[in-house]
T-cell receptor, first 114, second 116 residues
Framework: ETGVTQTPRHLVMGMTNKKSLKCEQH?????MYWYKQSAKKPLELMFV???????ENNSVPSRFSPECPNSSHLFLHLHTLQPEDSALYLC?????????????FGSGTQLSVL | DAKTTQPPSMDCAEGRAANLPCNHSTISGNEYVYWYRQIHSQGPQYIIH???NNETNEMASLIITEDRKSSTLILPHATLRDTAVYYCIVRFATANIYNQGGKLIFGQGTELSVKP
């Protein structure tokens, strides 16, 4: 148990659906992250939030829309996805944003787009 | 951040020490070496990190060569639950606008299989 909880664990959606991934941490951390892990590929950093403010968008398509209402919660809103977006989506948090900080990861949401 | 090179896979007998190598020949003086692992269907888990000196914690030991161009993660008594992908990552000690400060950039890692 890392203290970072992601829901749902599995999600199947059609290309015209709208869905949201949720991440919650009770560690008192101020930085939160979304990573994408496609099959046979390294983890890719998508978004970074620090004190609820987005500090990084790694050229992610607009069909992925993050939201961070407070330092404990992070959402990833999904709409009109493509089959190639099927992947494991991982949320992480760290006490602060910066080098040297350990990241704590959730177990991820396994997304399948049909 | 400097690139790392790891073998794609390794086997280890249960109860024996697992020694996972990592080459980072272009590492700079202010870059740390981090190790994370990812057990199947879970998120990555922090193991250990170091700059110059060898480090040990309850999970593992990290041996960094004197020239810092390579390192070895040692799991002293591997168990079946240690079967995972192990990632070696080098990361700047301080952030500035010219580096990837704050980011954790993952490579392909080493898939360690611990066998009975």
């Amino acid at each position: 148990e890392t203290g970072v909880t992601q829901t749902p664990r599995h999600l199947v959606m059609g290309m015209t659906n709208k869905k949201s991934l949720k991440c919650e941490q009770h560690l008192g951390h101020n930085a939160m992250y979304w990573y994408k892990q496609s099959a046979k590929k390294p983890l890719e950093l998508m978004f970074v939030y620090n004190f609820k403010e987005q500090t990084e968008n790694n050229s992610v398509p607009s069909r992925f829309s993050p939201e961070c209402p407070n330092s404990s919660h992070l959402f990833l809103h999904l709409h009109t996805l493509q089959p190639e977006d099927s992947a494991l989506y991982l949320c992480a948090s760290s006490p602060r944003l910066g080098v040297g900080e350990k990241l704590f990861f959730g177990s991820g949401t396994q997304l399948s787009v049909l | 951040d400097a690139k790392t090179t790891q073998p794609p896979s390794m086997d280890c007998a249960e109860g024996r020490a697992a020694n996972l190598p990592c080459n980072h020949s272009t590492i700079s003086g202010n870059e740390y070496v981090y190790w994370y692992r990812q057990i199947h269907s879970q998120g990555p888990q922090y193991i250990i990190h170091g700059l110059k000196n060898n480090e040990t914690n309850e999970m593992a030991s990290l041996i960094i060569t004197e020239d810092r161009k390579s390192s070895t993660l040692i799991l002293p008594h591997a168990t079946l639950r240690d079967t995972a992908v192990y990632y070696c990552i080098v990361r700047f000690a301080t952030a500035n606008i010219y580096n990837q400060g704050g980011k954790l950039i993952f490579g392909q890692g080493t898939e360690l299989s611990v066998k009975p």
